[in-house]
């Protein structure tokens, strides 16, 4: 089993990397038993990846989708890997800072929120289909969608991203991605309700 990272290296303590394995997988454990999927994910640090290529340069995945704590359990029990979030039940809007930095200012905590901080990239969890992909890529940002698509959870420090964090826990919402409130979203659906009694 691979020691802990510790951002110079790899920790020879064998405290250190058991606290860091147990952490882990307990946050592995957590995602999925609230109904957020996620799979295992090799994180490269300094030219070196504990895949099996060893030589890769981006994070990537190194198993399938997990949906269930004791899947998660038994995953991240045989392995350290990092943890990826699978945008099967949510959309995740990545957007740059002179966006995101405004809508989470009108969000505040009723969605979920990170930020990778090597980009300053702002992402928020939102209901699936909540803005059309064209209109989030116009503003700089990445729409990650769908059981293929995912992001790492945050905890996870690579090259790319640095130290992901939250900024607005999952539990915060009571795991539920933002779900749009805007007076249109609302009005609409109730009229399309009502133009249906009437036709019958």
């Known amino acids: 089993m691979p020691d802990a990272w510790t951002g110079r290296g790899w920790s020879t303590s064998g405290w250190a990397r058991d606290a860091h394995v147990r952490r882990v997988r307990e946050r592995a454990i957590r995602y999925a038993v609230n109904g957020w999927p996620v799979a295992p994910l090799a994180v490269p640090q300094h030219g070196v990846c504990l895949c099996l290529r060893g ?7 190194v198993g399938g989708v997990v949906r269930q704590g004791f899947q998660a359990d038994a995953v991240w029990s045989e392995h350290p890997w990092g943890i990826a979030l699978v945008t099967e039940g949510f ?16 969000l505040k905590t009723t969605c979920p929120t990170a930020m990778a901080p090597a980009r300053r990239r702002w992402w928020f ?4 289909g909540s803005i059309p992909a064209g209109q989030v890529a116009a503003a700089g940002g990445v729409l990650h969608s769908g059981v293929d698509d995912w992001v790492p959870a945050p905890g996870t420090n690579s090259e790319t991203t640095g130290r992901v964090r939250w900024l607005v826990q999952p539990h915060l919402t009571s795991w539920q991605p933002y779900r749009r409130r805007d ?15 009437a036709e019958r």
């Open 125 to 128: 969890f939102l209901v699936p």
């Open 55 to 61: 030589d890769c340069v981006d994070p990537h995945l």
């Open 91 to 106: 959309d995740v809007v990545d957007i740059p800072p002179e966006f995101g930095a405004l809508l989470n200012q009108h």
């Open 183 to 197: 007076p249109i979203d609302l009005v609409f659906p109730s009229l399309t309700g009502a133009v249906g009694r």
